[in-house]
């Protein structure tokens, strides 16, 4: 209990939208079968990319790409968005199509993401624990994706500093601003082209052929 490590990734949200409403109107075995069909084809997208699933909520999936391996933090940061990408696409072309084939209504996705040092810590006591993963990076990244509309992919700066900046513009709320005492610092957030990365998806997954993002090389 307590123990703790920590590396630097990239972390991404990529969540159902309105999901809440669709529990409220929907039977309990509907939106359990919605839930297991979403959540397991994002989830097998991000490990098919190298990517570490790291926690599901009741409508999203909580994802880490990079590990201490990986030297040049532009490549989980490539890969993550190719995924976020491949995810939205798969979403809203294969996936809805079978949904809406069961008679079922079809979904909408977005994602936030977020680069920096991830902290690990086992928390709770001797029966009950879990790993928690600690940062601010991690945190913004769930505030990008409540920022994100659907089938959008939203940034915080970080990350947007590994990226083109041909993919990215600034978000129309962006900053983000933070006081403490009488300091205020800003933090930007963009949105992310993501249509632009499905091309990489071939190559990715050829070059990870299941490993991780740290056996990627140039």
């Given at each position: ?12 949200f990529?969540?159902?939208?309105s ?42 999936v ?28 798969a ?41 928690n ?42 900053p ?43």
């Amino acid at each position: 209990m307590g123990e703790s490590g920590y590396c630097y990734g990239v972390t991404a949200f990529i969540d159902l939208v309105s999901f809440t409403a669709r529990t409220f109107w929907e039977s309990p075995d509907s939106v359990l079968r919605l839930n297991t069909a979403v959540m397991t084809q994002i989830a097998l997208a991000v490990q098919d990319f190298g990517g570490y699933v790291l926690g599901f909520r009741g409508d999203g999936v909580f994802a880490c790409f990079g590990d201490p391996r990986v030297q040049d933090h532009r490549i989980p940061a490539a890969v993550a968005m190719t995924a976020c990408a491949f995810a939205l696409d798969a979403t809203r072309n294969a996936l809805n199509s079978l949904l809406k084939a069961s008679g079922m209504r079809p979904v909408q996705v977005r994602a936030g993401a977020d680069f920096g040092r991830l902290d690990f810590v086992r928390i709770g006591s001797e029966v009950a624990s879990e790993v928690n993963i600690v940062g601010f990076s991690a945190n913004f990244a769930a505030k990008c994706e409540k920022y994100a509309k659907s089938w959008e992919v939203v940034v915080g700066e970080e990350l947007a500093q590994l990226l083109p900046d041909d993919d990215l513009w600034r978000h129309d709320k962006s900053p983000k601003r933070y006081t403490r005492d009488e300091e205020t610092k800003s933090y930007d957030f963009y949105q992310v082209k993501w249509s632009s990365y499905i091309q990489h998806v071939p190559g990715i997954r050829e070059a990870l052929d299941g490993s991780p993002v740290s056996a990627i090389r140039y």
